[in-house]
């Protein structure tokens, strides 16, 4: 199943300590294994289930250069394929697991890598060059992602309490969707239960 968690901060830095505690909060979405990375700004943590390339697949996963990092959650379906594409462009590859074809692709595409998924995703990716985060989620929203934006920073998780686990983002609840809640028993997207915190479509 695995889980993401992370940050951008556009002001005050967040505190160290606070990637590893949103991070925890999904150690039952992956018990395989976690990583963090935390730097300039930034901060990517995940949590592995391990189902593809068992030995060589830990995150977050970084291109030959460290210049694209990727946290993900997912399957992505057609990943050979698209790694035969890549190797034939001159891209190469350290592990077998699918995450890392996003890394290349994205360094092909950009944000326009979504285009050639096939599979089940929610991802951020983080280019250093650019200053830039992508966060993207499959075409059917099986894999969901909930993101806060509080001032200058940018807060996001697999889960809610992932996103509420960041200090900077409020916890208010809202009344709308608490509505929405008792009238259909789920709230739709893209709202969620908090009024800061949304699901991205």
């Known amino acids: 199943m695995c889980g993401i968690a992370g940050y951008l901060d556009g002001g005050a ?3 160290r300590g606070v990637l590893a505690a949103m991070t925890a ?14 730097g300039d700004g930034v901060g990517l943590g ?3 289930l391990s189902i593809v390339d068992l030995v060589g ?6 291109n030959e250069d460290g210049s694209v990092v990727v946290v ?9 394929e698209l790694r035969g594409e890549l190797e034939a462009r001159g891209h190469v590859f350290r592990t077998r697991a699918d995450t890392e074809v996003l890394v290349h692709l994205y360094e092909e595409r950009g944000a326009r890598l979504v285009e050639a998924l096939n599979g089940i995703f929610a991802f951020a990716i983080w280019d250093r060059k650019a200053r830039r ?13 909930y993101y806060a934006r509080c001032g200058e ?13 960041h200090p900077g983002v409020p916890r208010r609840l809202d009344p709308t969707a608490l509505s929405d809640y008792l ?13 800061d915190i949304w699901k991205l479509p």
């Open 13 to 15: 830095p967040t505190p």
């Open 25 to 38: 909060t999904l150690a039952h979405r992956g018990p395989d294994g976690e990583g963090t990375l935390e």
């Open 46 to 48: 995940h949590r592995r």
């Open 57 to 62: 697949g830990a995150q977050p996963m970084a």
């Open 72 to 80: 993900f959650n997912g399957e992505i379906y057609n990943h050979l």
């Open 133 to 145: 985060l992508l966060l993207a989620r499959d075409h059917l929203g099986v894999k969901p992602l």
């Open 153 to 165: 920073r940018l807060v996001f998780g697999s889960e809610l309490k992932a996103v509420v686990a």
């Open 183 to 195: 009238s259909f028993l789920y709230v739709p997207a893209p709202k969620s239960i908090y009024r």
